[in-house]
């Protein structure tokens, strides 16, 4: 599955051997589930406020893809730098 050695050090090498790969399931599982949500539930709403039925759908996925890029960009931070970025 993995191309890593666990002595690569590398920072993709260090990462992925480091990872709670369980919280990013769930995380990536969480994000999953509101990407499904927001597609069944926004055309009702927003053909009745007069916008194109899958608007909030492009707007949930516009902040979607930062988000995500986000938290694994983060997760490639050692803790310390974790504790300066906050």
């Known amino acids: 599955m993995t191309s890593f050695s666990r ?10 051997w480091t990872l709670d790969r369980w919280a990013l399931l769930v995380l990536v599982l969480l994000f999953a589930v509101g990407a499904i949500l927001t597609i069944a539930s926004s055309p009702g709403p927003a053909q009745r406020i007069g916008l194109d039925p899958f ?3 492009r707007h949930q996925f516009t902040f979607m893809v ?16 974790v504790r300066r970025l906050a």
């Open 55 to 57: 608007y909030f759908v």
């Open 66 to 81: 930062p988000a995500l890029l986000t938290l694994l960009v983060v997760s490639m931070f050692s803790p310390r730098g």
């Open 7 to 16: 002595t690569d050090p590398s920072i993709l090498g260090r990462w992925w």
